[in-house]
């Protein structure tokens, strides 16, 4: 059974940084994609970066040069560094693992950047 628990999220003011944890259970860093999404209310949620089994990364334009996500295959870990955030990045980010055609999601965390 996956289960996957962010933490991390908080109040930040504009050009802050804040770093997001996901500890996972269940999964399998090298055979499944880990990424980060994010959502705000009335919008779909959007993919902002994944790591793939062989530790490629890719990132949103939106937050291209300022996101890093990185991971520890040993303690099941991945994380998210923002830096240079704006407040256009307040949102609920969530952790997920996708293996096939099934993704897996956490329950969230809240990032809210002040201007």
């Known amino acids: 059974q996956v289960q996957l628990v962010e933490s991390g999220g908080g109040l930040v003011q504009a050009g802050g940084s804040l770093r997001l944890s996901c500890t996972a259970s269940?999964?399998?860093?090298?055979?499944?994609?880990m990424g980060w999404s994010r959502q705000t209310p009335g919008n779909q949620r959007e993919s902002v970066a994944i790591?793939?089994?062989?530790?490629?990364?890719t990132y949103d334009d939106s937050v291209k040069g300022r996101f890093t996500i990185s991971r520890d295959i040993a303690k099941n870990t991945v994380w998210l560094q923002m830096n240079s955030l704006k407040p256009e990045d307040t949102a609920v980010y969530y952790c997920?693992?996708?293996?096939?055609?099934?993704?897996?999601w956490g329950q969230g965390t809240q990032v809210t950047v002040s201007s």
């Open positions: 790591i793939t089994p062989v530790g490629s990364t």
């Open positions: 997920a693992y996708r293996n096939g055609a099934t993704t897996n």
């Open positions: 269940g999964v399998n860093f090298r055979l499944g994609i």
